[in-house]
């Protein structure tokens, strides 16, 4: 690569778009099926191009996902565009995922739009109805465009799912609309690279794979070298030149869009005996540490909440969707959810729920967030139907609260202090903390509060939030990113290791910069980043 890799860019055409020049570099990432690693490497890219000078931006047009975030002016995408924003060292704002949907029980998803919600429909409804969305997607990556020097574009899924192409609003139309490169990305840890790469390619219309500049093979374990010849096949097969072989990246604390990223490969392909063993296994190396279950609900959202404690050496963390695999642990989570409701039920068909409520009782620490918090309660009312056709339902009735399900969600960012000093939160009072909420129901009831909110979006205010019991190890809270705040984490886990009786082996202070740098030093080893460039022009 060159020393100065603007050098090699040539000035773009001009283009007017709704009465503005747009003269923004554009460079889109499409995968050959949904967690080849598009959004790792879309956070590579920004990341090295912010490195390189360049003010940049990540877009998504449509977004699957239950993992979500809360913008400055309180307003909710993807949780994968707010990384990516993140990477590239730019505040995240809703036109860089213009549309996200997330899935809820009964084949129904809720559609947020420009970051509010805009429809409740079933899947075929929202296949039909797609299309009206399409100017909403077209704005909003022109608004993009005519602010930043490059717009790092990322795909949804596959190009080649024939069945969905008409009226895509996220790949090929997107790629056609903003007139960018495309590069396309395999997953070789999954298997059958080659057909993920060749038989995406040859699925495509000429005009398609015209776009095309460039594969990538991703998620490879081992010497690269040993796939030179794949790498010739697949030039040699397509035309399309092999732009770079990507190693798996251990342990690289990002926060992820798809649940899947919680299994291992080996995990969804074993038994459940297998699966049982190879916990028991992981259980008994962890004896001198900590040991934290967070429940997998169906719905699990926003469960990147998790990232630093599962970066902290001395803690193992479970997702765990079975009473055999719950065990004793030193702490139970109760994550967020888009369907409290369903997800309740959940529990109590899988016997957790009785498990769960045995244990809280017999000590066993247990915290709620956001719809875990909502769970713990004595009842949830749902009068508007909002979540489901269930008005009401019976809670856990580990705290005093009831919740109630309103038509407004509560999207917003939030700062706060610790007003909890016992049993997990001790020595943790006056505690600054930040975080955000994203929620539906208002929760109300007479136990003590955990955080007073001082601030929510731009707002002075003077709040409660959250509940913890006269012990203080059965609490819960609405505020996802608890966890990244590094003063209570400790003072968390401290707790946790005295009540068990182990001395804490590390501090460990979780920074997704440092992640971010790491990925981006990867890429640029082995992305030919000076030729990804030059597809940075128009003619390039």
Same mark, same amino acid.
């Given at each position: 690569?060159?020393?100065?890799?603007?050098?090699?860019?040539?000035?773009?055409?001009?283009?007017?778009?709704?009465?503005?020049?747009?003269?923004?570099?554009?460079?889109?990432?499409?995968?050959?099926?949904?967690?080849?690693?598009?959004?790792?490497?879309?956070?590579?890219?920004?990341?090295?191009?912010?490195?390189?000078?360049?003010?940049?931006?990540?877009?998504?047009?449509?977004?699957?996902?239950?993992?979500?975030?809360?913008?400055?002016?309180?307003?909710?995408?993807?949780?994968?565009?707010?990384?990516?924003?993140?990477?590239?060292?730019?505040?995240?704002?809703?036109?860089?995922?213009?549309?996200?949907?997330?899935?809820?029980?009964?084949?129904?998803?809720?559609?947020?739009?420009?970051?509010?919600?805009?429809?409740?429909?079933?899947?075929?409804?929202?296949?039909?109805?797609?299309?009206?969305?399409?100017?909403?997607?077209?704005?909003?990556?022109?608004?993009?465009?005519?602010?930043?020097?490059?717009?790092? &574009?990322?795909?949804?899924?596959?190009?080649?799912?024939?069945?969905?192409?008409?009226?895509?609003?996220?790949?090929?139309? &997107?790629?056609?609309?903003?007139?960018?490169?495309?590069?396309?990305?395999?997953?070789?840890?999954?298997?059958?690279?080659?057909?993920?790469?060749?038989?995406?390619?040859?699925?495509?219309?000429?005009?398609?794979?015209?776009?095309?500049?460039?594969?990538?093979?991703?998620?490879?374990?081992?010497?690269?070298?040993?796939?030179?010849?794949?790498?010739? &096949?697949?030039?040699?097969?397509?035309?399309?030149?092999?732009?770079?072989?990507?190693?798996?990246?251990?342990?690289?604390?990002?926060?992820?869009?798809?649940?899947?990223?919680?299994?291992?490969?080996?995990?969804?392909?074993?038994?459940?005996?297998?699966?049982?063993?190879?916990?028991?296994?992981?259980?008994?190396?962890?004896?001198?540490?900590?040991?934290?279950?967070?429940?997998?609900?169906?719905?699990?959202?926003?469960?990147?909440?998790?990232?630093?404690?599962?970066?902290?050496?001395?803690?193992?963390?479970?997702?765990?969707?079975?009473?055999?695999?719950?065990?004793?642990?030193?702490?139970? &989570?109760?994550?967020?959810?888009?369907?409290?409701?369903?997800?309740?039920?959940?529990?109590?068909?899988?016997?957790?729920?009785?498990?769960?409520?045995?244990?809280?009782?017999?000590?066993?620490?247990?915290?709620?967030?956001?719809?875990?918090?909502?769970?713990?309660?004595?009842?949830?009312?749902?009068?508007?139907?909002?979540?489901?056709?269930?008005?009401?339902?019976?809670?856990?009735?580990?705290?005093?609260?009831?919740?109630?399900?309103?038509?407004?969600?509560?999207?917003?960012?939030?700062?706060?202090?610790?007003?909890?000093?016992?049993?997990?939160?001790?020595?943790?009072?006056?505690?600054?903390?930040?975080?955000?909420?994203?929620?539906?129901?208002?929760?109300?009831?007479?136990?003590?509060?955990?955080?007073?909110?001082?601030?929510?979006?731009?707002?002075?205010?003077?709040?409660?939030?959250?509940?913890?019991?006269?012990?203080?190890?059965?609490?819960?809270?609405?505020?996802?990113?608890?966890?990244?705040?590094?003063?209570?984490?400790?003072?968390?886990?401290?707790?946790?290791?005295?009540?068990?009786?182990?001395?804490?082996?590390?501090?460990?202070?979780?920074?997704?910069?440092?992640?971010?740098?790491?990925?981006?030093?990867?890429?640029?080893?082995?992305?030919?980043?000076?030729?990804?460039?030059?597809?940075?022009?128009?003619?390039?």
């Amino acid at each position: 690569m060159t020393k100065d890799p603007l050098s090699v860019v040539r000035p773009s055409s001009f283009v007017v778009r709704r009465g503005v020049w747009l003269t923004t570099r554009v460079l889109m990432i499409q995968g050959t099926m949904s967690s080849v690693g598009k959004s790792l490497l879309v956070a590579a890219l920004c990341r090295i191009f912010k490195q390189d000078g360049w003010r940049v931006a990540p877009f998504k047009a449509q977004n699957m996902a239950l993992n979500s975030f809360v913008t400055r002016d309180g307003r909710e995408i993807g949780r994968a565009q707010a990384m990516q924003a993140d990477a590239a060292g730019v505040d995240v704002t809703v036109e860089m995922n213009p549309i996200l949907i997330k899935p809820e029980a009964d084949s129904f998803a809720q559609i947020v739009v420009l970051g509010k919600p805009w429809a409740r429909l079933p899947a075929g409804e929202y296949m039909r109805r797609r299309g009206e969305l399409w100017n909403v997607v077209t704005r909003a990556l022109d608004a993009l465009r005519a602010q930043y020097d490059v717009v790092v &574009i990322e795909g949804a899924g596959s190009p080649a799912e024939l069945n969905l192409k008409r009226g895509d609003l996220v790949n090929m139309a &997107i790629a056609e609309y903003a007139d960018a490169p495309v590069l396309l990305v395999g997953d070789i840890d999954r298997g059958g690279i080659f057909a993920q790469l060749l038989g995406t390619h040859a699925l495509l219309e000429a005009n398609e794979r015209a776009r095309i500049k460039g594969f990538i093979v991703n998620k490879f374990r081992g010497d690269a070298r040993l796939f030179d010849d794949g790498v010739r &096949i697949l030039e040699e097969r397509s035309g399309v030149p092999v732009l770079g072989v990507m190693p798996f990246i251990h342990d690289l604390r990002i926060a992820e869009e798809d649940s899947v990223v919680l299994e291992t490969k080996d995990e969804r392909q074993m038994t459940k005996d297998e699966r049982r063993r190879t916990k028991d296994i992981r259980l008994s190396s962890f004896v001198l540490g900590l040991d934290v279950v967070v429940i997998r609900l169906p719905h699990i959202s926003n469960f990147d909440d998790f990232d630093p404690l599962r970066a902290e050496e001395d803690v193992s963390v479970r997702f765990v969707d079975c009473v055999e695999d719950l065990g004793e642990p030193d702490l139970i &989570i109760l994550p967020g959810t888009k369907t409290t409701i369903a997800d309740l039920q959940f529990l109590c068909t899988r016997g957790l729920e009785a498990r769960l409520i045995a244990l809280a009782r017999a000590g066993t620490p247990v915290l709620g967030i956001c719809g875990g918090y909502q769970m713990l309660g004595s009842e949830i009312r749902d009068p508007l139907r909002v979540e489901s056709n269930e008005t009401h339902i019976a809670g856990l009735g580990l705290l005093p609260h009831v919740t109630t399900f309103e038509a407004e969600k509560q999207t917003v960012r939030a700062r706060g202090v610790v007003v909890a000093n016992e049993g997990l939160f001790a020595n943790a009072r006056g505690i600054e903390i930040a975080g955000y909420e994203i929620h539906m129901g208002q929760t109300r009831g007479e136990g003590a509060p955990l955080v007073r909110i001082t601030e929510r979006g731009e707002n002075a205010v003077d709040d409660a939030d959250g509940a913890v019991d006269a012990c203080g190890w059965i609490a819960g809270t609405y505020l996802h990113g608890l966890f990244d705040n590094d003063a209570l984490r400790e003072v968390m886990l401290a707790n946790l290791a005295a009540r068990k009786g182990v001395a804490r082996a590390t501090r460990t202070r979780f920074d997704r910069d440092a992640a971010y740098e790491r990925l981006a030093r990867v890429a640029r080893a082995n992305l030919r980043m000076e030729t990804i460039y030059r597809l940075l022009t128009k003619d390039g």
